[in-house]
């Protein structure tokens, strides 16, 4: 199986263009996807629903951006809702 989101994909979304960063984007990457799967309760992959895909792209621009001290799902909030799984 294969990422949600790839690297190459990511700096295509983050309009990057260099390589020199793409270790810090790929962790960024992880933590996203680690972020958007605890909230979720699914291992995600390339054929994943795209909201969640998106999610992942979308908190991982933030991160890369600096925007918040922490990794929060407010933003990407209506993307994975639907997609929880109900943990009794």
């Known amino acids: 199986m294969t990422a949600p989101v790839s690297l190459t994909e ?3 979304f983050l309009r990057v263009e260099h390589g020199a960063e793409d270790g810090l984007i790929q962790t960024l990457i992880d933590a996203a996807r680690a972020r958007v799967e605890g909230e979720v309760g699914l291992s ?3 054929t994943s629903p795209a909201p969640l895909r998106l999610a992942i792209l979308m908190l991982t621009l933030r991160a890369y951006e600096r925007e918040g001290s922490e ?3 407010g933003p990407v909030e209506a993307w994975i809702a639907p997609y929880r799984v109900v943990r009794l």
């Open 71 to 73: 990794m929060t799902t």
């Open 44 to 46: 995600l992959t390339s």
């Open 10 to 12: 990511a700096k295509l």
